[in-house]
């Protein structure tokens, strides 16, 4: 639901200042950014199967598949996402990677396809490190786990901030 209202958001804008006109440039976009959008769960399914197969979160996903209930399973993941760390993806090194690709794909993207699945991956990762930056309960801390000491508060808002402020405007120009 938030990644519908904020494409929404992002396309009325573009297409009320004539940055874009109705045209099916728009309609790759939308395709990128929401193939991009859904790109980043894959790392939780491939934490469950290849990393952590043995897991109780991994047994739970794979009975439920073997049921052939596979929106259950994807509920189950996404229900118990909390107790999955160390994810590729939910990384500082991940985001600060995401970072460069995103200002490449500025520069040198020129298909739609690609800048919205950029925008689309940079969104669900925003999202994401934003909702555990401002949730107490759940932290932001493992975000950090392939870094080997601990980072300070003060450390870990300076980054948190820096990335949601860079990323906001590489996504508004993707």
Request: aromatic share 14%; proline share 2%; hydrophobic share 55%.
């Amino acid at each position: 639901m938030v990644l519908i209202g904020v494409l929404g958001v992002l396309v009325v804008f573009r297409l009320l200042s004539g940055i874009w006109g109705f045209k099916v440039y728009v309609l790759w976009w939308l395709l990128g950014s929401i193939l991009g959008f859904l790109f980043v769960f894959t790392d939780r399914l491939v934490n469950v199967v290849v990393t952590n197969p043995d897991s109780v979160l991994s047994v739970k996903v794979k009975e439920v598949i073997k049921k052939k209930s596979l929106v259950l399973g994807l509920r189950t993941l996404l229900i118990e996402r909390n107790d999955q760390e160390h994810l590729t993806m939910r990384s500082g090194l991940f985001v600060a990677v995401w970072m460069f690709l995103g200002i490449w794909g500025l520069l040198f993207v020129t298909h739609p396809l690609g800048r919205g699945l950029l925008a689309g991956i940079g969104i669900h990762l925003m999202f994401d490190l934003g909702w555990d930056y401002f949730n107490k309960s759940v932290g932001v801390t493992h975000w950090f786990w392939q870094i080997k000491r601990v980072l300070s508060p003060k450390e870990i808002r300076g980054f948190v901030w820096v990335v949601l402020v860079a990323s906001v405007t590489v996504i508004c120009g993707l």
